[in-house]
C-alpha cells in the first residue's frame, strides 16, 4: 500500500473507487453508497481510474460537492490500458484511448514489442503515477491500425474486460461433444417431435434457443369447463450439455452472458452449442426443456407443467414474415406457409388473451425507440434505422414472460433456491422528483406514496396524445431502476408480477442455465448444489450494497434489519451480483462500440444541418436526437444565444430568463454538426435559429414529438435513465466558453457527477 501523506485537519476518512474524468479531476465512488467526493486535478496524479483509496474529506468547494484528499491507495486496478502508441521528442509514450485516466502512459526503450508509431496497443503498468511522475508501462499487446475494421470492438473488449477468447480445456471439451442427438440422450425424455413447434426470430438470428406451439384446449367437464389454450414454450435444453463444474460451464459463468455488436457476437458458449448443439435449427432433433401452459381467455395460466423433451422445428419463421400472415392470411406470404397459418392463428389467439392479462394487472408499456446500426463489410455504418416491433415480437414476448412467470413459480413453490429476475419500484427520492415533475406539468395525475405499476400505465395512457408526451414517458422511465438478479425474491415492478425468474435464454445467459438446472432438480427431487464461486468484485459489492439498502427500506420498522442469508443462500446472492455485473459490463461495451461508430458516422457530416428533438435538458445543456439518423449530441449551454438559462428540474428544462424561451424533453430544434471528438464519444451540435426552435412559455401548448414505434422486451431490463440532479444552472458568459468545453462531457460521463450548484454570472 502506498501512503500519500497525512493530515492533522481530519473530517472524515472514506473508502472507495476512483472515477476519473476526462477533464483531467476524479470522484470517488464511496464503498459506503453515499454521493461521490471530488477529488480535483492534483490529487488525480497520484492514482488513476479503478484505483481504490482512501480519501479525507477536507472541505466543500464552491459548487457545494464534497472535496477529497487521497491519504492511501488501498489496491491498485489491474485494469490493462489501451491507447495509441506515440512518439514525441524520442520519447514513447501512449495516449489511452479511456480519457478518464487522464495521464500519458510513458514506455521505455526495448518495452515497445513490435508496435509502431499510431498503432492501438495494450499496455500494462510496471510503475503507477506519481504525484511528479507519470506512469510507465510496456506494450503486452498491438491491436492494429485505429482504422482497421472491427479495432472499435477489440478495443472495447479489452477496455470493458469482456472475455473474448475461450479457455483450452473449454475448446477441447466442445470438441468432444455430439454433433447431433444421440439415442441415449433420449431417455427419460417425452417425445414433442410430431407437434409442429416453430422458431420465430429475426432475420439475421443465427442461434434460435426458443420454439412455440399453441392450439385450443379446455380444461375440465360440463359446466365448469374453463376454454382457453394450450401454448408449449420449449427451450433449448444447454444443461444437458453443459454440465456444471466442467470447462465450458466455467467459461460460460465467467462471461454471465453473451455480448452483442454490430457486425459481430461475442457467445457465451463455443459455437458448437450456441449455433449447433443448442440452436433449435430446422427439421433436426434437438433436446429441449418445455414449459406446458394452459392459459385461460383471460390471460391467467390456470396450470403449467416442465418436463424434458426431444423436439423437431417444423418452420423457422421470422417477425416480419409472421406479422405479415397475421396481417393477411389470404396474402402471399401466408400461401407459402399454407400448413402453418392456423398455428399461427392460435398463437395470435393466445397473445390476445395474455394482453388482457397484461392489462388487468396494469403492467408497464412504455413505447421507446431503440435503433439498429446497418454497416458495410468494412464495418463502416451506412445508415441507422429504427427497430421497429410488431406484433409478432410482442407475441413471442408474452410466450416468453409467461414461461418466466411460471418458472419463478415453480422454483418459489418448492423452497429451491434459485435466481429471480428482480425489478425494484422507484426510490422515494425518484418518486418525489416525478411528483414534482407531473405537478410542474400540469398533468392532473400523480403517484401515491407507495406507487403501483398501473399508476404509472395509467399517466402514460392518459398522456400518449398529448404533444409533450416523449416527456412524460421519458419521465416516468426516468424514475425506474434496472431489474438484477437475486436469490431473494421481491417481485418485478414494472411486469407486476409476484415472481419472475429468466428460463428461456440458455444460450446467451448464465442465469437461465442456473434455472434450468434448478428445475431439473427439482423434478428429479433432488437439489441443485452451486459450484464454488469467485468472490464478487467492486461492481458486484456496489449492487450488494445497493440491494441491502433497498431491502431495509422496504421493512416497515426502519431499525429491524433484513434477515441474514445462510451460506447457500450467500452463495446464489454472489452469483446473481456476477450475473447483473456483467450483463451492465456487456452492456456498456456494446454501447461505446456504438457511440465510437456513430462518432466516426457523424465526421463526415460536420458542417451540415438537420432537424431533432431534445432528448435531455442538464444544467450544462441540451442533449438531441437527429430525426433522419437517431445519432444523439450535445448543444451546450454557451449555444444557446445571449442569455441566461435556468435549469428547472421539476419541469426537466431550460428556460431562458429574459425571453421566457422553454427547452424541455420533446422540443424539436435545428442544429449543425461542430464538432465530433472520436476519442471521447463526443457529438457536438450548434443551435441554428431559423424559427423552429422552443416551445413557448406555458408547458405542453405547443410543439412536436417523433412517433415511437418500437418498445423493449422486458421492461427495467435497461440501465438505469436517471434525471440530471443538479438543481440550477445559470448560463455562462460566451467570454468564458474556452473554459465552459472543457466541462462538455458525453451523458455517460455526466451521469456519474455529483449534483452542482452554479451560481448566475452578470453577463458583459
Known amino acids: 500500500m502506498k501512503h500519500l501523506g497525512q493530515n492533522s485537519n481530519l473530517l472524515e476518512e472514506v473508502e472507495g473507487i476512483v472515477q476519473g474524468h476526462r477533464d483531467g479531476h476524479g470522484f470517488v465512488s464511496r464503498d459506503d453508497g453515499a454521493p461521490d467526493i ?42 490493462p490500458i489501451i491507447g495509441r ?96 442427438v444421440r439415442p441415449q440422450d433420449k431417455l427419460q425424455r417425452i417425445d414433442l417431435t410430431d407437434i409442429p413447434l416453430v422458431t420465430i426470430d429475426g432475420e439475421d438470428a443465427r442461434d434460435f434457443d426458443d420454439a412455440v406451439y399453441c392450439e385450443p384446449a379446455t380444461k375440465g367437464r360440463g359446466k365448469t369447463a374453463l376454454k382457453g389454450w394450450r401454448l408449449l414454450v420449449a427451450i433449448a435444453d444447454v444443461s444437458h450439455y453443459v454440465e456444471t ?95 402453418r397459418v392456423q398455428d399461427l392463428l392460435n398463437l395470435h389467439g393466445v397473445y390476445q388473451a395474455l394482453l388482457k392479462s397484461r392489462h388487468k394487472r396494469g403492467a408497464v408499456d412504455f413505447e421507446t425507440t431503440e435503433t439498429q ?51 425494484e419500484g422507484p426510490t422515494p427520492e425518484k418518486q418525489e ?50 431489474a438484477i438478479y437475486t436469490p431473494i425474491n421481491s417481485g418485478h415492478f414494472g411486469l407486476s408480477f409476484d415472481a419472475y425468474t429468466h428460463f428461456t435464454s440458455p444460450i446467451r445467459r448464465y442465469p437461465d442455465l442456473l434455472v434450468h438446472r434448478v428445475i431439473k432438480a427439482i423434478l428429479a427431487k433432488t437439489k441443485y448444489q452451486l459450484p464454488a464461486l469467485p468472490t464478487p468484485g467492486e461492481a458486484h459489492a456496489k449492487l450488494a450494497r445497493r440491494l441491502e439498502k433497498n431491502l431495509a427500506s422496504r421493512v416497515s420498522n426502519p431499525e429491524t434489519k433484513p434477515k441474514k442469508l445462510n451460506a447457500e443462500g450467500t452463495a446464489w446472492q454472489a452469483a446473481g451480483l456476477h450475473c447483473s455485473a456483467n450483463e451492465r459490463r456487456a452492456d456498456e461495451a456494446s454501447r461505446d462500440v456504438e457511440a465510437w461508430l456513430k462518432c466516426k458516422y457523424m465526421r463526415e457530416h460536420l458542417g451540415e444541418e438537420y432537424s431533432g428533438v431534445v432528448s435531455s435538458a442538464t444544467t450544462f445543456g441540451l442533449f438531441v436526437t437527429l430525426d433522419a439518423m437517431y445519432v444523439e449530441g ?15 428540474e421539476a419541469r426537466q428544462e431550460l428556460r431562458g430568463e429574459r425571453t421566457g424561451i422553454r427547452y424541455a424533453i420533446g422540443t424539436r430544434v435545428r442544429i449543425q454538426v461542430s464538432r465530433v471528438d472520436l476519442d471521447g464519444r463526443k457529438i457536438d451540435f450548434r443551435l441554428v435559429q431559423d424559427g423552429q426552435g422552443p416551445l413557448p412559455k406555458m408547458p405542453a401548448d405547443k410543439g412536436h414529438t417523433r412517433d415511437s414505434k418500437s418498445g423493449r422486451a422486458e421492461f427495467g431490463d435497461r440501465p438505469d435513465l436517471d434525471p440530471p440532479h443538479s438543481p440550477i444552472f445559470k448560463g455562462k458568459v460566451r467570454q468564458q466558453r474556452s473554459a465552459a468545453k472543457a466541462t462538455k462531457s458525453s451523458r455517460s460521463a455526466d451521469k456519474t457527477a455529483p449534483s452542482v450548484k452554479k451560481t448566475a454570472k452578470k453577463r458583459r
Open 373 to 423: 446500426i446497418v454497416c458495410d463489410e468494412n464495418g463502416r455504418i451506412e445508415k441507422i434505422v429504427p427497430r421497429t416491433r410488431n406484433t409478432a415480437h410482442r407475441l413471442i414476448e408474452e410466450a416468453m414472460l409467461a414461461a418466466n412467470v411460471c418458472s419463478a413459480d415453480f422454483i418459489a413453490h418448492n423452497k429451491h433456491q434459485g435466481l429471480f429476475r428482480v425489478h
Open 433 to 482: 422528483i416525478l411528483r414534482s415533475y407531473l405537478k410542474a406539468s400540469g398533468i392532473g395525475m400523480t403517484i401515491s406514496d407507495n406507487p403501483a405499476p398501473g399508476e404509472f400505465q395509467a399517466i402514460a395512457e392518459a398522456t400518449k396524445d398529448r404533444p409533450d408526451a416523449q416527456q412524460i414517458h421519458s419521465m416516468l422511465l426516468r424514475s425506474m431502476s434496472q
Open 85 to 180: 502508441l506515440l512518439q514525441e521528442s524520442g520519447v514513447w509514450l501512449v495516449a489511452p484511448e479511456d480519457k478518464r485516466y487522464g495521464q500519458d502512459v510513458l514506455i521505455p526503450k526495448g518495452a515497445t514489442s513490435v508496435a509502431k508509431p499510431g498503432q492501438v496497443v495494450v499496455v500494462e503498468l510496471i510503475e503507477p503515477p506519481a504525484l511528479f511522475g507519470q506512469p510507465v508501462g510496456r506494450i503486452k499487446e498491438v491491436l492494429g491500425e485505429v482504422d482497421d475494421p472491427g479495432m472499435e470492438i477489440e478495443i472495447a473488449v479489452r477496455k470493458y474486460s469482456v472475455p473474448h477468447e475461450f479457455s483450452d480445456a473449454c475448446v477441447a471439451m466442445a470438441r468432444t461433444l455430439p454433433d447431433k
Open 245 to 339: 463444474g466442467n470447462a465450458i460451464d466455467v467459461d460460460a459463468y465467467d462471461r454471465a452472458t453473451s455480448v452483442y455488436f454490430p457486425r459481430r457476437v461475442i457467445p457465451m458458449l463455443p459455437e458448437k452449442l450456441s449455433n449447433g448443439l443448442c440452436s433449435l435449427n430446422l427439421e433436426v432433433e434437438r433436446l429441449c426443456m418445455v414449459c406446458d401452459m394452459f392459459v385461460t381467455e383471460d390471460g391467467e395460466v390456470d396450470a403449467y407443467q416442465f418436463y424434458p423433451a426431444v423436439m423437431w422445428s417444423h418452420a423457422r419463421f421470422t417477425y416480419t414474415e409472421v406479422a405479415a400472415i397475421l396481417g393477411n392470411t389470404r396474402g402471399p406470404e401466408a400461401s407459402k406457409r399454407k400448413e
Open 634 to 648: 450535445l448543444v451546450h449551454i454557451t449555444e444557446l444565444g445571449g442569455e441566461y438559462f435556468r435549469f428547472d
Open 38 to 79: 471530488y477529488l480535483p486535478p492534483n490529487e488525480m496524479r497520484a492514482v488513476l481510474h479503478k484505483d481504490h483509496v482512501k480519501v479525507r474529506i477536507v472541505r466543500s468547494d464552491r459548487k457545494g460537492r464534497p472535496e477529497g484528499r487521497v491519504v492511501e491507495i488501498t489496491e491498485r486496478s489491474n485494469q
